[in-house]
């Protein structure tokens, strides 16, 4: 079945920050959102870790936790490669997202982050959907947000919101930061003036 | 909040770059901030430190594709020491960062000639084929390598890496444990080696998980994944032991766990980190699925 | 309550140290007077001596903070980026390169390149397309 994937606008920024904010690593995240139809709507994500090989532990526990507040709106996971020129899918992100499949039941999405489109004059989206079809993944559909929402991701860019990003590997080194990021997304939603 | 680095004094700046130099930390946007903002302002007040400062700026110009600011720190620095290996280092380590890497190649080949104790060189020669994505040959350049210098713990990280990459666990997690034998009181290591063991799967290698994180914890009573560490690893061996009594012995050690991880994060205040609570509620359900199995 | 009992040893074998320590000073002064010369302490000072300090140790091992072990780690509140990160092998194609206007060019001849050589790779199958002139004119650029 060929999935439509919207990201909102807060998701999506906070996926950018993220890469921003570990710029010569790799980096995997979890996607919330809902699923109707063939459409599926990614309302929001929990950055989990800034290396391209994430180990089992902490992604066991990440998941855990994020299922046991999520429940069955957990609908996939997130990476970017370390190298810009790599556009490979990344096995340990394909993976987790196999585990989520099992763990919610339901069919899961992966979501690429292409680092060449990051320059603020790049008018294409940024974010590259694939969904499970058989054994591999297939890329599918991007509804993409336009330009009035990549104005106020520079925006938030430009006033360096990365730096008060905070993954789950930040929590388990300091568990004073919060990684499901509540205060710096009213943050987003108020610089870059987002419908959240 | 985070700290604005534009606005901390000249003492303080000077501290953190001292500070993030010897701890080895990858903050090159903030370095170069600093620089930039508070510490060129007066860079005589540095004394002899302006001329590490310096190799500290360059090298995170390198990373953060200011090459402008880079070219200007080597070039003070070759004023300084017209004939340094360690300036002409920068030098090649600038055309790496233009994809020179031939040029780049040429002049470490020549450094290693001329002076073949200095492991810094080699050591660039292998990220020469790492920036071009040339794993494979980079896993047999360091082998090559760790059979000289065998004590060096950074190359043995960098190899568990390229492993990591390779999807080779098991031989990452070899390449980690002559890192422990370098350094038996890093906590990390052994964390990170629990970690790799737990991802291998398999009865012997999550047992040998458990003594990792134990030790961590044992050497590092703060350190919170080797807590959690030792929560995953006893939840999993009472889950799929086939012996009762150990299956007992790992219920009991998980729920002390959770009891040290409930401590840990009933210290956190709500405001500093509003969803501690739902993680705490976590824990305790955690807590009621193990003590009922 | 069990800190008073190890505080109140503490103190009373303090207390008795000092009487011992008097005690040798009078035991010497009194040999000193009677033109005795000076080979042992009484026994009775000694046991003294001996078991008020052991009843010292004792008391201040339960009031001082708890024991650590000997082998720790010396950098308890490093992050998992300073303990892994390997700086000598640091390489630049990151994604500030890829946002950055300087190398956008870089790329873009590259790009070409790329496309030289396929065009290349489809008409001629001996030709060698190593692209010099690009890089020269990369060279120039610097």
Redesign the interface.
Known sequence: MKHQVETQALPYSTIILHCLKYPAKGVVGLLIGAKKGDKVTVTGCVPLCHESTPLAPPLELATSLVHAKFGASLVGVYFSNAMPSDNSLNTYATRLADRISSVTSSPSILIQVMNERLMSDCDQDRLVAYEKDGDNWKETKTIFQGSNFLRGLQAVIQKKLYRELADFENHLDNPDSDFYNTSLSNKLVQVAEFRA | ??TDWTQISYDDARQTLKKWRE????RS?EVVEIWEHVVSRSPSSLGDELWVVLEQVC?AG????R?DLAQDCIDQLHVQFPKSNRVLKLKA?QL?????YQKAQEIYERLVEEDPNN??FR??K??IL??Q?KRLEAIRAINEYLKIFLNDP??W??LS?LF??E?DVAKAAHCLEECVLIS??????LR?L???R??Q?GAENVELARAYYERAV???P????SQ??IL?SNNLIATTSKNASEKKKAGVAAVEAIDNLVN??QK?STK?????D??LN?LE??KTTIGSK | MASTIYRLITIVSLLSLLHCAYSAAQHRFYLRLTEQPFVNLPADVVAQTVISLIALIYGTSFLANPFLYIKQDQHPERTCDEALNCPSFITFDNRTKAMSPEFSMLRALKQQQRSQENVSRGTHSGRVSEAVAPSETVDSHE
């Open positions: 909040m985070e701890c080895g930390v990858r946007e090298i390198l990373d953060t594709a090459v380590m790496e960062a233009t994809e020179h492991n810094s050591k660039r292998v990220a790492l920036a994505g950074e190359a990280l960098q890496e990591l990459l999807n038996p009181l890093n906590s990390m290591y990170r629990g970690d790799l737990y991802t799967g044992k050497i590092n703060t350190d919170l994944r959690y560490g995953l840990r994060y956190i500093k980190n509003p969803e501690s739902g993680i976590c359900a955690m």
